[in-house]
C-alpha cells in the first residue's frame, strides 16, 4: 500500500500544480458610430460605442484599425482588417486584438474575432476571446458578442 501511495505522489508531481481558471460565458449588444472626436489620442478618426452584456460587461468602446487590405478577386465588397479594440467598464478594462472583415460601404455586415491582449480591474490577467458578428447602415454598426472571459 506504501508503494502505492508513494506512486500516486510522485506521478502528481511530474504533471505539476494544477491550474484553475473560471470561465464565464459572454453574450452582448455591441452599437458603434464612426467618430473624429473623443478618439484616443494621436487618432484622426475612430469607431466609438456602448456595449451591454452579462458579467459586468456594460459600458463605453473605442476602436482604429491600424492595418487594412481589400477582399480577394471572388468576394471584391468585403476588407480585411486588424486593429485594437477596448472594452471600457466600470469594472476595469479589457484591451482586445480585433481582426475581421466587413463590405465595404456605408450598409453591409460585419463579422470580427477578438481575443483579450491585456486587462485591468477585475478582468486583471483575463483570458478569452468573443466573436462579433452584426450590420452596419444608418451611421451605425450593431452587433452582438458571444465569447467567453476566463480568469486565473
Avoid at 460565458?25 to 475612430?46: F, M, P, Q, R, Y
Avoid at 472594452?87 to 450598409?107: D, I
Amino acid at each position: 500500500m506504501k508503494a502505492v501511495t508513494c506512486l500516486i505522489t510522485v506521478l502528481a508531481a511530474a504533471v505539476g500544480p494544477v491550474q484553475a481558471s473560471e470561465c464565464k460565458k459572454i453574450h452582448a449588444d455591441l452599437v458603434e458610430v464612426s467618430a473624429t472626436e473623443g478618439c484616443n489620442a494621436g487618432l484622426a478618426s475612430c469607431f466609438l460605442g456602448e456595449v451591454d452584456g452579462n458579467h459586468g460587461l456594460r459600458g463605453t468602446t473605442h476602436f482604429a484599425a491600424d492595418s487594412a487590405r481589400l477582399g480577394p478577386a471572388t468576394s471584391p465588397s468585403f476588407i480585411s482588417y486588424s486593429g485594437p479594440f477596448e472594452y471600457r467598464t466600470a469594472y476595469g478594462n479589457l484591451a482586445m486584438r480585433e481582426t475581421g472583415v466587413t463590405t465595404s460601404g456605408a450598409t453591409g455586415v460585419v463579422t470580427a474575432y477578438q481575443e483579450i491582449v491585456g486587462a485591468t480591474g477585475q478582468y486583471e490577467g483575463a483570458s478569452g476571446h468573443f466573436f462579433v458578428s452584426g450590420k452596419k447602415g444608418g451611421g451605425m454598426i450593431t452587433t452582438f458578442i458571444v465569447g467567453e472571459i476566463c480568469y486565473p
